[in-house]
């Protein structure tokens, strides 16, 4: 167990909707990364938030929105969703300038 | 940009024997950090070893070591007396060192490991 936590463990929607994934990262850890993971794109950085900001942004669509609490939990928001979008979706967290570690992940099904 | 390439698809190795999974990369900074993460079937990603750039030696972690050839920059995994359980997906990562609090990583396109009996 990492300590990050994910929910929920499988989604399945239709094309056209938003989605809400949620993340817990490890107690004390200020950092959350978004990662996708899909057959055809392999693993892909979507974003980074350190400590509530926007620190880092990777290949995230515009349909694609994140933010990080003061709580320091991450949602990510996907909408008008396509069937392109689905895949497993990880959230990992890190202190500063260490490792990263990740959550279960979620796996997005777009039907 | 950097990036990180796995040209073996597929390996396969007996129980007990010893394999070696390759990486290469490609960046134009001096520090860094590599990684090997192992995604099982259950498809958690477990962080299997990480190798320092500035750091000359190789890292070892139990029966799992690597071979990090900076010049080449090559970063290969050994895995000695392969065990059932480390049947998995493993991917080569790589984080730039110097970028203050923004640190993603970049994955190459992994390696799928049988371990036969």
Known sequence: ?111 | AQTVTQSQPEMSVQEAETVTLSCTYDTSESDYYLFWYKQPPSRQMILVIRQEAYKQQNATENRFSVNFQKAAKSFSLKISDSQLGDAAMYFCAYRSYNTGTASKLTFGTGTRLQVTL
């Open chain 1, 1 to 111: 167990d990492s300590g990050v936590t994910q929910t929920p463990k499988h989604l399945i929607t239709a094309t056209g909707q938003r989605v809400t994934l949620r993340c817990s990262p490890r107690s004390g850890d200020l950092s959350v990364y978004w990662y996708q993971q899909s057959l055809d794109q392999g693993l892909q950085f979507l974003i980074q938030y350190y400590n509530g900001e926007e620190r880092a942004k990777g290949n995230i669509l515009e349909r694609f929105s994140a933010q990080q609490f003061p709580d320091l939990h991450s949602e990510l928001n996907l909408s008008s969703l396509e069937l392109g979008d689905s895949a497993l979706y990880f959230c990992a967290s890190s202190s500063s300038n260490s490792e990263q570690f990740f959550g279960p992940g979620t796996r997005l099904t777009v039907l």
